[in-house]
Each structure stands twice: as C-alpha cells, then as structure tokens.
C-alpha cells in the first residue's frame, strides 16, 4: 500500500469552490483502478487550508492515477484557486497493523 497525505491551501474566497472541487476529485478518483481511499478535509479554524488523504494499492496504481484524465482535470479546476503551501508526502509502510476491533 502507498499513502498519500499532507496539506494545501488555496487563496481566501476560494475555499467553497475548492471544496467542490476535491469532493468531486474524491468521488472520480475512487473510481480508478487501485484506489483504496481518496478524501480531503477542510479546516475549522484555517477554512482556507485542506488535507488530503490517499491510499493507493501499489507505485503503478498511483503513477496510473498521476497520469489519468482525473487528476489532469482536477489540476485545471484547482488552477484559478491560487493553490499555495502544497505540503504532501508518500508513505510506504512495510507493515500494517489492523487496531480496529
């Protein structure tokens, strides 16, 4: 498994159109192959800052979706947002422990 995670922000007065924007990222990229999980969260108290979460099946899953017409499309619609402080990182766990009961 590949995880995705970290944070961005857009300019203030665009975090309503962000937000549609990543749930529409969110609803288009599950529907890749290997995409485990996809989600993003706004921010209380920074309405301007959002986190992004991805988990992926393997490398080749994520460099499909990183070529995929999704993720082209999300680009351009995030483009006018003035995106800025784009923070994420690849975790590649060697071993996952499943705490839930």
Partial sequence: M???TGTME???GNEEQAAANFRLAAEKCK???GC???RFWQ???QPNLFRVYEEWEDKDCLREHSAHPNFAAHAERMK???V???KLKMIE???IKDLSI
Avoid: F
């Fill in 80 to 82: 006018p947002l003035g």
């Fill in 31 to 33: 529907e890749e192959r």
């Fill in 10 to 12: 857009v300019a203030p």
């Fill in 43 to 45: 921010s209380v108290d």
């Fill in 84 to 86: 800025s402080n784009r």
């Fill in 2 to 4: 590949i995880i995705i």
């Fill in 36 to 38: 485990i999980d996809y």
């Fill in 93 to 95: 766990p060697d071993r």
